[in-house]
């Protein structure tokens, strides 16, 4: 059985920092690219990072140079770290794992709010 779990949310000021975790169980983690999105009220889910199999990583232009998104296979985790946050981070952020050869699986969200 395959499990995505996402933990780490919260509320933070504007400025602060935040990190969530993910931890996938069932998979061979390792061959997936991990990514996270996002979804606010009222907007569609969007890709946020993602970090393929080989350490490539891929962020949306909104997140640049605040975000940063890594993985360690020996803890099936994959990690996002945000920094300078603003209140228009607020949403509620989901892990996924992806392969071409297998559907992709989600883990239920964690909410961040960032507000004063």
């Known amino acids: 059985q395959v499990q995505v779990v996402e933990s780490g949310g919260g509320l933070v000021q504007p400025g602060g920092s935040l990190r969530l975790s993910c931890t996938a169980s069932?998979?061979?983690?390792?061959?997936?690219?991990m990514g996270w999105y996002r979804q606010a009220p009222g907007e569609q889910r969007e890709l946020v990072a993602s970090i393929t199999m080989y350490g490539a990583t891929h962020y949306a232009d909104s997140v640049k140079g605040r975000f940063t998104i890594s993985r360690d296979n020996t803890k099936n985790t994959v990690y996002l770290q945000m920094n300078s946050l603003k209140p228009e981070d607020t949403a509620v952020y989901y892990c996924?794992?992806?392969?071409?050869?297998?559907?992709?699986?989600w883990g239920q969200g964690t909410q961040v709010t960032v507000s004063s």
């Open positions: 996924n794992a992806d392969h071409p050869r297998t559907i992709d699986y």
């Open positions: 069932g998979i061979i983690f390792s061959i997936y690219t």
